[in-house]
């Protein structure tokens, strides 16, 4: 990740990444800062949200701590932050990403029980579980983590340039702890996502909880409000697999340089490299202020609450609703969350905005 370094005589005018890592970190800390004032005091407490809740409090550790040193750090062209910074940079590097893909992979398994196992799940699936969840996931993410703390350390490099490297007790254990991470940090949380992820569209590709629900409805045994609770968590769903996808796609140039530094003895130490190596980080970095973005546009919960808060906001889900009436094509616009029909008469339908 973040510590490997790249000796090239051929500096980048520091400037433009400065100024789009500054903000990025901008626009993160704001965006992750409403998701977390609304998460906790106005929106509906559920399971999802206290996810929602935890991602967004890994992303701002990581943009408050991660980013400033990297950026102060790229400037100055050698670390300035002691042994104590070095630790706890790499300490907070390491804690946020495991945090952020083990609690994508807790999301995931969450939307894999209320899909297939909507009854059964239900007495687990909830903001109490949710939380005792979250705390385990930072835990585990701070055992794992430690000993790159440990094993760090302010020191000279090849070209006697201070810098925050790794000193592990030999090169073997050096390269089996940067696979390690990546393997706990990416590749094996991705795994068992992939693995969820694929049992949900078989389940809903076979017609799943859905044609249960349309049957019963021909049966009038079950009201139309379930189907909508379905549909509801399928828009769950989807928000959840593209905060994953966001995930997987900006961390995976890190991921793959790191790998390749480390285990390839003819690394080519080339300018181009370098600047793959800054483009990397920056993607990284936006993947921290994308997801109060998906949120806004994806999550009922937060949206209304968000609604509620700022009112101004609200106009937009006005203008769409006005548009519905007049428009009966725009419909897209509007979500249905609930209809009923009374014998070819009137439809009532609660609708709400789509930002």
Request: aromatic letters at 12%; glycine letters at 4%.
């Amino acid at each position: 990740m973040n510590n490997t370094t790249l000796i090239i005589n051929d500096p980048i005018d520091p400037l433009p990444i400065i100024f789009i890592w500054s903000l990025l970190t901008f626009i993160g800390l704001a965006g992750n800062s409403v998701v977390i004032y609304i998460t906790c005091l106005h929106a509906v407490k559920s399971a999802t949200n206290s996810y929602i809740l935890n991602l967004a409090i890994s992303d701002i550790a990581f943009l408050v701590v991660v980013v400033p040193f990297t950026c102060l750090a790229f400037i100055f062209n050698h670390w300035v932050f002691a042994d104590f910074g070095c630790k706890l940079f790499i300490f907070t590097q390491y804690v946020t990403v495991h945090a952020t893909c083990l609690t994508l992979m807790a999301m995931t398994i969450d939307r894999y029980q209320a899909i297939v196992y909507p009854i059964q799940s239900m007495n687990w699936r909830n903001t109490r579980a949710s939380t005792f969840v979250c705390l385990g996931v930072w835990s585990v993410s701070i055992i794992l983590s430690l000993p790159f703390a440990i094993f760090h350390k302010e020191m000279p490099d090849r070209e006697n340039v201070t810098i925050c490297g790794a000193d592990w007790p030999n090169t073997t254990i050096d390269k089996g702890a940067t696979l390690a991470v990546v393997m706990t940090s990416y590749v094996i949380p991705l795994a068992a996502i992939i693995a969820c992820y694929s049992r949900i569209l078989l389940h809903l590709w076979k017609g799943g909880s859905n044609g249960s629900y349309r049957q019963a409805n021909a049966n009038g045994s079950v009201p139309l409000r379930s189907a909508g609770q379905l549909r509801r968590k399928k828009r769950v769903t989807r928000m959840v697999a593209i905060v994953i996808l966001l995930f997987a796609w900006c961390w995976l140039p890190i991921q793959f340089f790191t790998l390749w530094y480390k285990f390839d003895p003819n690394f080519p130490q080339i300018p181009a490299l370098l600047k793959f190596k800054i483009f990397a980080h920056t993607l990284s970095y936006a993947n921290s202020c994308v997801n109060p973005f998906v949120y806004a546009f994806m999550n009922e919960g937060v949206r209304k609450a968000f609604q509620k808060k700022f009112p101004y906001a609200s106009k937009y889900c006005q203008c769409t609703k006005s548009n519905k009436e007049n428009n009966p094509e725009t419909s897209t616009m509007i979500d249905k969350a609930v209809m009923t029909t009374r014998g070819g008469g009137e439809s009532m339908v609660t609708t709400h905005c789509s930002l």
